[in-house]
């Protein structure tokens, strides 16, 4: 048997995972299928900014249960709509129960719509912007292990990014916030050595035509 390694689930057969998803059915299909995998979908980065700002204080789960409310309640994060909504809509959100019922937040996501409109008049796309700030390889860890990851909840180019968004107006995005999201949507691959889908998370931004 393989010798075990820190921040590695193995099971179907000696199948390595991630432990965070810590052996749930629907946060393995989050790991396996959604996490780390790059993304040029404006409408699904301003998803990610967002329910990461949300997630802010809370884990990451109790956001993704709440996934498809959140979708319903922000017009499925058409950045273009939500940067329409006004006090009646605020109103509305706080007394959803379906979503986290933070004003700020909520007023915070749809402030970041309408920077996000702005952004993409400026530069073509989210997408566009975002990729832009794709770490170098030499920022990158040579090994990606738990102990790495532990100690690295932020990385130069996260600082950098969140810098830049919030000279822009965003809200809700420090640092942390940024890297979550920047593991997220795949411009780092942060699954550990060890992971299954590590390795085709690396075939899947070789291949990955950048915006």
């Not at 700020?104 to 997408?127: D, F, P, Q």
């Not at 292990?145 to 932020?154: G, H, K, Q």
């Not at 809700?172 to 942060?190: C, E, K, S």
Request: with cysteine.
């Amino acid at each position: 048997m393989d010798e075990a390694i820190e921040g590695i689930i193995r099971e179907d057969h000696g199948v390595g995972r991630c432990s965070w998803y810590g052996g749930l059915a629907d946060y393995r299909r989050y790991h396996d299928e959604e996490w780390g995998r790059p993304v040029a979908d404006d409408r699904r980065l301003f998803e990610k900014i967002c329910l990461e700002g949300f997630q802010s204080g809370l884990s990451w789960l109790t956001i993704l249960r709440k996934r498809e409310n959140f979708r319903s309640a922000f017009a499925g994060f058409d950045f273009h709509r939500v940067a329409a909504f006004d006090e009646t809509d605020v109103e509305r959100l706080v007394l959803d129960a379906g979503i986290i019922r933070h004003r700020g937040k909520i007023v915070s996501t749809i402030n970041n719509a309408r920077r996000a409109v702005e952004l993409v008049a400026e530069r073509g796309s989210l997408a566009a912007y975002f990729w832009s700030f794709e770490p170098d390889e030499a920022e990158r860890p040579a090994r990606m292990d738990l102990a790495t990851l532990r100690v690295n909840p932020t990385s130069p180019t996260s600082v950098r990014l969140s810098k830049d968004l919030k000279k822009r107006g965003w809200t809700f995005v420090g640092p942390t916030t940024i890297y979550a999201f920047m593991q997220a949507m795949g411009l780092v691959n942060d699954h550990l050595d060890g992971c299954h889908c590590r390795p085709v998370i690396e075939d899947l931004r070789r291949d990955f035509k950048r915006p």
